[in-house]
């Protein structure tokens, strides 16, 4: 059973623009939310993170929403560059820790110039 | 500049056989993840340890895999008898953690592993 979902397995959006990717999760015990960029051949690398306690947390042209009465984060790219293009990875944790992370399965977001 | 290395990073094999991957984790830090990729599933957390005990392995089916910290600067995730089923690619991962919690975890560039 998949506590993380991303339900877009993919998204194209032109240079300039803003990228949204969705993620959505059913652990409502979940307090601490991750999202990891993974570029092919290489590992996932951290992005951006929120704390429930928050519904918002912004770092340059990255934020992150946090919805907790729907169960829903999403991150904000704006604007989109080529570099951006990569997989992105949603992940989620108990006890505001950051250690048992569940994941997505993870959206491909390809920025077309 | 510091990173976690993992080895081998192809792995081809036949059912049946032996596989060991080994992971290198960034000098200091002292908590070390599995990790298995695949299309269906993700990213899933197989083990984990902290200063090379065994914190969680809930993850990781027990009849073949097994997972090990000889020392601080290696640990082994070992598949015996490998099946078709896992073929995927095997993530590790590393950061500093204290009770509860960890810094961000730093992923190695993975093992891709394919089981005929």
Same mark, same amino acid.
């Given at each position: 059973?998949?506590?993380?979902?991303?339900?877009?397995?993919?998204?194209?959006?032109?240079?300039?623009?803003?990228?949204?990717?969705?993620?959505?999760?059913?652990?409502?015990?979940?307090?601490?939310?991750?999202?990891?960029?993974?570029?092919?051949?290489?590992?996932?690398?951290?992005? $951006?993170? $929120?704390?429930? $306690?928050?519904?918002?947390?912004?770092?340059? +042209?990255?934020?992150?929403?946090?919805?907790?009465?729907?169960?829903?984060?999403?991150?904000? $790219?704006?604007?989109?560059?080529?570099?951006?293009?990569?997989?992105?990875?949603?992940?989620?944790? +108990?006890?505001?820790?950051?250690?048992?992370?569940?994941?997505?399965?993870?959206? +491909?977001?390809?920025?077309?110039? | 500049?510091? !990173?976690?290395?993992?080895?081998?990073?192809?792995?081809?094999?036949?059912?049946?056989?032996?596989?060991?991957?080994?992971?290198?984790?960034?000098?200091?830090?002292?908590?070390?993840?599995?990790? !298995?990729?695949?299309?269906?599933?993700?990213?899933?957390?197989?083990?984990? /340890?902290?200063?090379?005990?065994?914190?969680?392995?809930?993850?990781?089916?027990?009849? !073949?895999?097994?997972?090990?910290?000889?020392?601080?600067?290696?640990?082994?995730?070992?598949?015996?008898?490998?099946?078709?089923?896992?073929?995927?690619?095997? /993530?590790?991962?590393?950061?500093?953690?204290?009770?509860?919690?960890?810094?961000?975890?730093? /992923?190695?560039?993975?093992?891709?592993?394919?089981?005929?």
């Amino acid at each position: 059973d998949q506590q993380v979902k991303q339900n877009s397995p993919s998204l194209s959006v032109q240079e300039g623009r803003i990228s949204i990717l969705n993620c959505d999760y059913t652990n409502s015990m979940f307090d601490y939310f991750l999202w990891y960029k993974k570029y092919p051949a290489e590992g996932p690398t951290f992005l $951006i993170s $929120i704390s429930s $306690i928050k519904d918002k947390n912004e770092d340059g +042209r990255f934020t992150v929403f946090l919805n907790k009465s729907a169960k829903h984060l999403s991150l904000h $790219i704006v604007p989109s560059q080529p570099g951006d293009s990569a997989v992105y990875f949603c992940a989620a944790n +108990r006890d505001f820790g950051n250690e048992k992370l569940t994941f997505g399965t993870g959206t +491909r977001l390809t920025i077309i110039p | 500049d510091a !990173r976690v290395t993992q080895t081998p990073r192809h792995k081809v094999t036949e059912m049946g056989q032996e596989v060991t991957m080994r992971c290198q984790p960034i000098l200091g830090h002292n908590t070390v993840f599995w990790y !298995r990729q695949t299309m269906m599933q993700g990213l899933e957390l197989l083990a984990y /340890f902290r200063n090379r005990a065994p914190l969680d392995d809930s993850g990781m089916p027990k009849d !073949r895999f097994s997972a090990e910290m000889p020392d601080a600067t290696l640990a082994t995730l070992k598949i015996q008898p490998s099946e078709p089923r896992d073929s995927a690619v095997y /993530f590790c991962a590393s950061g500093f953690g204290t009770s509860g919690s960890t810094d961000t975890q730093y /992923f190695g560039p993975g093992t891709r592993l394919t089981v005929l």
